[in-house]
């Protein structure tokens, strides 16, 4: 199936009323995810998980996908009129949005957020077309070895790319690879880590633990101290920007388009790295810097069209390998596991269906996000006004709704919240929760393709060392560990989280 009878046949698939509706659902609950502060897509997609389960596959992983990308335009009407991230890609934006906004122009901020959003989305839905087909007839040719090596490289790109110390996130890793192997050996059945306990021995599921270390602990967090809300007041008006608004950003707008994309493909935080990365090149190549933290529009364009490209260069490896590269990609991978399906390099041959449904969904998905947000402003302001002591226990109550819902099992309601209060105090010491998470969906995956290689070559590590592919990656993992002990990567490193705290 080429491309355009392809995209034809997802349009087809996309444009059937219970999609349209599933889309619009997932769009709008996105939007509002990112709207309000504390609750990110994680805990969203974790909490309508089951929801997804009473219709089809194609409308399910339709509006898992558009809670992802709506949370991506939604962020920044809280950072602009809040000064509050709505979502993590959104930090850079309250920088500059917020300062228009304090000057009265709020409504051309939204606005260019807005545009440069659809069109960094639209750019990304046309690149994985393109570059989807001919990436999935590569990984035909991988074999147990080159999953190994690639998985390998995933994770160590990762850990590379957080922000604490990179020590704890190799820690943390590790710790989410043997959550992982709780439950029955993939090899020859035999429990293993379950302490003789009946619901342990189909494993953790993903839903409470994600529900736990993002919703819970988030909350936990929220609750010490009083988040304070700059909320402009004045009337917002003049939504579109000006010609000369649009001048100035739209350079800006491919620059954060193209690059978000890629980053977005590579492990790790593609959507925050990519809106940290953009905001670093404008300032840099800006003949006035000084107006960057005073309101300069090109502070707002850039880094929301590169969370945005962001977002759908995730889709890429997730799509034609079957490997998630964030943790929003990996409860995605979940919600395909749970309808039957497995994402990869056959997916487009096998389930056309799902893949050019969702890829067209998504281009429905940014119309409707630009329609929704343009409008609404003034409903997404009202919402913001809601007191944090209502809100919270209802996003508690949602969780543990929505993590009983999954399994029907009480015991999965003690998961989510002991991995709440382990979530609670990983922040309070430092470590992150996205390597972990990432390392518990890759864990079983890491070892099944692991052992089936040491199968085939009757035990020899050498097979990893043997296969062009697989020792090219073992390499480039090999130099991202050592690449912290080189004192001058090691500053480029170190200056993400100092940019962010700043």
Request: one cysteine or more; hydrophobic letters at 55%; glycine letters at 12%.
């Amino acid at each position: 199936m080429d491309i355009l009878a392809g995209l034809g046949h997802g349009f087809f698939v996309a444009l059937q009323p219970v999609n349209l509706l599933y889309c619009f659902i997932g769009v709008f609950i996105g939007t509002l995810v990112g709207v309000l502060p504390g609750i990110g897509p994680v805990s969203a997609m974790s909490l309508l998980l089951p929801v997804t389960l009473s219709g089809t596959p194609e409308s399910g992983i339709i509006m898992m996908a558009g809670i992802y990308y709506g949370s991506m335009y939604g962020g920044s009407t809280t950072s602009i009129l809040v000064n509050i991230p709505g979502e993590a890609a959104s930090i850079v934006t309250a920088i500059d949005g917020h300062q228009m906004a304090r000057q009265g122009r709020a409504g051309p901020a939204l606005g260019i957020a807005a545009l440069g959003s659809f069109v960094a989305g639209t750019f990304a839905l046309v690149a994985l077309m393109l570059v989807a087909p001919t990436l999935a007839r590569v990984a035909v040719k991988f074999g147990p070895p080159e999953y190994f090596s690639l998985m390998v490289l995933g994770l160590t790109v990762l850990t590379f790319l957080t922000q604490g110390s990179m020590l704890k996130s190799l820690m943390m890793a590790c710790v989410g690879v043997i959550i992982g192997l709780i439950g029955l050996d993939s090899i020859n059945a035999m429990p293993r880590l379950t302490f003789d306990r009946l619901e342990l021995v189909d494993g953790i599921g993903l839903v409470p633990i994600v529900m736990g270390l993002f919703g819970i602990a988030e909350i936990l967090t929220n609750l010490e101290h009083a988040m304070r809300r700059d909320l402009v007041e004045q009337r917002i008006k003049g939504i579109w920007p000006s010609w000369s608004d649009w001048l100035a950003s739209q350079k800006a707008i491919y620059r954060g388009t193209v690059l978000g994309f890629f980053l977005g493909i590579l492990p790790g935080g593609g959507a925050v790295i990519g809106s940290f990365a953009s905001y670093a090149i404008e300032k840099k190549l800006s003949k006035t810097p000084e107006r960057f933290g005073k309101g300069a529009i090109e502070g707002v364009a850039g880094p929301e069209a590169a969370n945005n490209a962001a977002a759908g260069g995730a889709f890429i490896p997730l799509m034609t390998l079957g490997i998630p590269p964030n943790v929003v990609m990996a409860l995605l991978l979940g919600a395909f596991v749970v309808h039957g399906l497995q994402p990869g390099p056959l997916m487009m041959t096998q389930n056309p269906n799902v893949f050019w449904g969702i890829v067209a969904s998504m281009y429905i998905g940014n119309v409707m996000l630009l329609v929704l947000n343009m409008p609404l402003i003034g409903v997404w302001v009202q919402l913001l006004k809601a007191p944090y002591n209502v809100l919270f226990p209802l996003i508690v109550m949602f969780c543990i709704v929505g993590v009983y819902a999954s399994s029907n099992a009480v015991f999965d309601v003690g998961v989510m919240v002991l991995f709440g209060i382990v979530g609670y105090l990983m922040r309070k010491f430092g470590y992150e929760a996205a390597p972990l998470v990432l390392a518990f969906v890759l864990g079983p995956m890491l070892e099944n393709n692991l052992r089936k290689s040491l199968i085939l070559s009757q035990g020899s590590f050498e097979i990893f060392v043997t296969r062009p592919i697989s020792v090219v990656c073992l390499v480039i993992a090999a130099a991202v560990l050592i690449a912290p002990l080189v004192p001058v990567l090691r500053r480029k490193r170190d200056a993400i989280p100092l940019e962010e705290a700043n």
